[in-house]
């Protein structure tokens, strides 16, 4: 690719130049000459800005700062205005900081439930992850603090992330691992894309030219500015002649001084060099141009928002009896050390120092002043008395009208840095539960975890259950608004709860060995899977009740050049107000190329008063019914009948209908190497292939031989034309073949 003649950084010399590329510090740029250092810092749900010690997994104290629901929970509001919400507030966060540049958002693809940060991550499926991070994007960007969509790509899982493949065919990386990174590039231009650790078909993100420059850059459109993650780069020289910006963190005189010497040894071009530090360059001075000084950050104001998007994010997994809402009078006892020890992020680089943190079992009593309630442990995430934490639970359970009892992962057991080798809670909840559901009929399960955690093995017992992943730090004031019915929850799963670890897609890949991981269930991942083997889960994908009823009519759907316009319904049903995420999945039963069953093409959410009802139209652009043809590697549209399912989840399907879809035209060359059949499908190759053969005597080779009883034609059609070269009888030469490939190749 020309590489830009003139650039901005003409004036300084190479040394000046390399002196760019490699951070200053641990979360600084370089300041060279007129050009301005700029400072960086993590993290997707909350500003970790480190002023003494540094380091990139969350070990040294951060300045204090709002933590906002990580995107696990984040994702589960299905909500691009709350996340815009969200961008933006940490962005006068950042600008208050002095920070440019916020390291996030995180929108690797939820592979398997065991990656130690999938909490840290939107969704197992493409679509939903991109329209979140785009919508963090913009909403950060919107007030001069730029982004860093991470991590560019398919790191997903924790185990050898710095050394291991992520081995992926065509199909699967365009259509679920990329997928996500190319909507946010489009539709939100985020200012920089960080690296990788991992190699990509065992080349290193940091050093992959195919995709730092070709995918990115030449096919997307990026205009910033590509960082490594932090120690992601191996060898400098290579990853700048491959589209690598900025190697963080700094300094490393040794890089420098080898890109130095292969500049001057014409081992790597001078442009390169010049380009590279030309956007490290502009990326300096629009954030010096977008900082806006004075900024005085409304921290109470902030938490509020970090309050409402937790409430959202609560999905209402079980309801039985309409349990919940809670009435705020009665002996209620609250039950499990989460209650009073809020789980509500995980470690490593994201982890936010909150500027408060509320406390379920507090703001529980504040909402029910009236009621008689008591608080017991249960059980311990460190050293304890099993048996007696038990029995004072359950005894108080007994007492009760209605126990409360909370759940889930401890912060030891899920963090960036390593996966988990299962993915069920640990056997004293269980058995706390068993024991608690024995004498309470009436109890509420409130889960706090980062990655899905198993249900089908006693929490799905109860006759309620609240997911609420984690909700940052105001977690505990919006489940309590949830219990009791302040807020209508309207959280849905971005990921779907496996009845058992074994049914997982990547049960038999992950996470690789001897530094290669296969992506060996390629495009069905997560619903995709379960869909594809018809399996049961315990929780679908996009499942999640509501303390209302809606009902779906009036479905219409019609097809055009730009895509598909779908138009429903909804009617909210019930007694009060409520908030629906409606979901649009496509499927082409009659494809002829693997599929999954169904996919999200869209979403929206409505929110309706008790009996309102509104028609809401999602349109669906042609692009995204595309599939990646990797026989022109392309994107193309297959024509056919598309089915079009509206759900309240990708197995609560309330309405479908029909489309057609005219395809793409897409051109195939014939070759050599095309098969008999593709050359007989060919309106004019295939004629003339057909009467050469018959003038040999091969007659028509669409009959089976009688007496051999064979299917001639069957056992002919995959094998390649150019086979038949070295068979004399056929009477095709190498002249005859080529000139009918070429005759229908013009067209
Ligand atoms: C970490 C993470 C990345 C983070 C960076 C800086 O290792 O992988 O997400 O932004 O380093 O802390």
Known sequence: MAIQETTEVDGLSVPEQVSLTTGAGFW???????????????????????????????????????????????????????????????????????????????????????CGRNFEYFSEDPLLSGAMGSAWVQGLQSRGVGASLKHFALNNQE????????????????????????????????????????????????????????VLRDEWGFEGAVVSDWGAVVDKVA??????????????????????????????????????????????RRAAQAKRAGVRVNFNAHHSLAREAA?????????????????????????????TEPRYQAGGSSHVNPTRVDVALDEIRAQAPRAQITFSAGFSTRAGDAEALRAEAVRHARDADTAVVFLGLSA??????????????????????????????????????GGVVRLSNGVVS?????????????????????????VNPSGRLTESVPERIEDVPAWLSFPGERGSVRYAEGLHVGYRWYDARDMSVTFPFGHGLSYTTFDY??????????????????????????????????????????????????????????????????????????????????????????????????????????????????????????????????????????????????????????????DVAKMAASIPLGRYLGQGTTGMTREFIEAVLAKANRG
């Not at 065919?169 to 985020?190: G, K, N, S």
């Not at 002649?241 to 900025?246: E, I, K, N, V, Y």
Request: charged content about 25%.
């Open 28 to 114: 600084q740029t370089v300041e060279a000459g007129d050009i301005p250092s700029i400072t960086m810092a993590d993290g997707p749900h909350g500003l970790r800005k480190q002023t003494a010690a540094t380091d990139n997994l969350g070990i040294s104290k951060s300045e204090p700062a709002t933590c906002f629901p990580p995107a696990v929970g984040l994702g589960q509001t299905w909500d691009h205005s709350l996340a815009q919400r969200v961008g933006a507030a940490l962005a006068e966060e950042a600008q208050a900081a002095d920070v440019s540049l916020v390291l996030g958002p995180g929108i690797n693809i939820k592979r398997d439930p065991r």
């Open 159 to 214: 185990h050898d992330r710095m050394r291991i493949s992520s081995d992926v065919d065509d199909r699967t990386m365009r259509e679920i691992y990329l997928r996500a990174f190319e909507q946010v590039v489009r539709d939100a231009q985020p200012w920089t894309v960080m690296c990788s650790y991992n190699r990509v078909n065992g080349v290193h993100a940091a050093q992959n030219h195919w995709l730092l420059t070709e």
């Open 239 to 284: 990853s700048i002649a491959a589209g690598l910006d900025l190697q963080m963190p700094g300094p490393d005189r040794d890089a420098d001084a080898a890109v130095t010497a292969a500049v001057e040894r014409s081992e790597l071009d001078a442009a390169a060099l010049a380009r590279t530090a030309t956007r490290i360059t502009e990326l300096a």
């Open 311 to 339: 409430a959202a994010a609560v999905v209402l997994l079980k309801n039985e009896r309409a349990l919940l809402p809670l009435r705020p009078t009665g002996a209620i006892a609250v039950i499990g050390e989460f209650a």
């Open 412 to 449: 030891a057991q899920e963090s960036e840095g390593f996966d988990r080798d299962h993915i069920d809670l640990p056997a004293d909840q269980l058995e706390l539960l068993r024991a608690v559901l024995e004498v309470q009929p009436d109890t509420v399960v409130v889960l706090s975890h």
């Open 462 to 486: 109860a006759p309620a259950v609240l997911d609420g992943a984690l909700l940052g730090q105001a977690g505990g004031g919006a489940i309590a608004d949830v219990l009791f019915g302040h």
């Open 553 to 710: 009519s009036d479905l219409a759907v019609a097809a055009d050049d730009e895509g598909i316009t779908v138009t429903v319904t909804v009617t909210n049903s019930g007694g009060r107000a409520g908030r629906e995420v409606v979901q649009i999945y496509t499927a082409l039963p009659e494809s002829e190329i693997t599929r999954a069953v169904r996919e999200l093409k869209g979403f929206t959410a409505v929110h309706l008063a008790a009996g309102e009802r509104r028609t809401v139209e999602i349109r669906i652009a042609r692009r995204e019914i595309a599939t990646w043809d990797t026989r022109v590697d392309a994107w193309s549209v297959e024509g056919g009948t598309y089915d079009v399912h509206v759900g309240a989840s990708s197995r609560d399907i309330r309405l479908s209908a029909s489309v057609k879809v005219d395809g793409d035209d897409v051109f195939v060359p014939l070759t050599l190497e095309s098969s008999f059949a593709e050359v007989a499908a060919h309106p004019m190759a295939g004629p003339a292939i057909e009467a050469k053969l018959k003038e040999a005597g091969l007659g028509d080779t669409s009959s089976g031989s009688d007496e051999l009883g064979m």
